[in-house]
């Protein structure tokens, strides 16, 4: 009796045309983003191994555990582990087990999303800026279920924030009365987040017919910041500070108090994510408010959501405020 052949998977294919497992997704399901001469090779391995692109899926059906994935830039930084954190207390009470995936920069994407898929995780939750709509699209053409956190993909399930308007009411109250400059303190190669903030202060400029050009670049470092902001602040007596993370603005502040400036009536600094750490300087560091573990909960909670349902999108914006302690007036 003849043996029964093996229906061929991506992974043959990928295999076969010498390609990632991401590039075999968008050339199976249409997508244009992939250099001719490498959707020829998928196209003519697809041929030879009689591949039929419904077999992953229902593999993946087939072979279901227990694991989540989670990718994420690094945990290093204090507001990430908090989110990671939430998410892992919320995966406990659903009987889930995470999978941390970290990228140290875009190169690792590939490499990340190959092993995810591999994997056959339940679902996955992505909080990094080196993925973009594509990669997340690589995930959800194998009927993965995938939430991201902070970036606000209209035809991707996601948690995001509202922050746009409240930057732009405190950049519009400087501008208009209280007369001061605004100052970006943009660290290198931060990622999206920083600059969706960037944005609505441009933004914001725009309106007032000016164009915004008060960029300080600095290092992902306090203690590079320091130098840089004690330098800036030598030359400038009046201004309002805006950094992504509070580390950052820290390095500001204290460099602004080290030279006496008169903080929060001259020099203002905010951080639009604060930590602990915010109320630990001195004056405390206004911030917006922020429970990053509690964001990490509510997107679990939004994959499970979306593993036991049907439905394919499950979007939420939620709401933080704006808390003003000395550092502002």
């Avoid at 406990?92 to 995780?121: H, M, P, Q, W």
């Avoid at 959800?140 to 606000?152: A, H, K, S, Y």
């Avoid at 109320?279 to 997107?299: H, V």
Wanted: net charge positive; glycine share 4%.
């Amino acid at each position: 009796m003849a043996q029964e052949k093996k229906q061929a998977t991506i992974y043959d294919v990928a295999y076969r045309a010498h390609t990632s497992l991401a590039t075999a997704s968008r050339v199976i399901n249409g997508k244009d983003n992939v250099a001719e001469p490498t959707r020829q090779k998928v196209l003519k391995a697809i041929k030879e191994l009689n591949y039929k692109p419904n077999a992953m899926a229902k593999g993946l059906a087939m072979q279901k555990n227990t694991h989540v994935a989670i990718i994420v830039p690094e945990i290093n930084y204090t507001y990430i582990s908090h989110v990671v954190a939430g998410l892992m207390d919320c995966a406990k009470k659903y009987g889930y087990d995470c999978l941390i995936f970290t990228t140290e920069n875009r190169a690792d994407v590939n490499k990340v999303l190959n092993k995810v898929l591999s994997l056959r995780v339940n679902g996955v939750i992505v909080f990094n800026d080196y993925l973009d709509e594509k990669d997340v699209g690589v995930l959800t053409d194998f009927e993965i279920p995938t939430v991201t956190i902070g970036l606000d993909l209209k035809t991707k399930s996601s948690v995001t924030w509202h922050y746009k308007n409240q930057i732009k009411e405190i950049v519009d109250n400087c501008l208009n009365n209280k007369h001061k400059e605004v100052f970006f303190l943009k660290v290198k190669n931060s990622g999206k987040m920083e600059q969706r903030l960037l944005n609505a202060v441009i933004e914001t400029y725009h309106e007032h017919q000016k164009e915004f050009k008060n960029i300080i670049e600095v290092p992902d470092s306090y203690k590079e910041t320091y130098p840089i902001m004690h330098r800036h602040f030598l030359k400038h007596k009046q201004g309002f500070y805006i950094a992504l993370r509070d580390s950052i603005a820290i390095a500001a502040l204290n460099a602004a108090m080290d030279l006496k400036k008169d903080v929060p009536n001259d020099v203002e600094i905010m951080a639009m994510i604060g930590t602990k750490y915010s109320e630990l300087t001195r004056p405390k560091l206004s911030s917006f408010d922020i429970d990053m573990r509690g964001l990490g909960y509510e997107s679990m909670e939004v994959l499970t959501k979306l593993i036991q349902s049907d439905k394919k999108i499950i979007s939420k914006k939620l709401p933080f405020a704006f808390i003003q302690r000395g550092t502002t007036k």
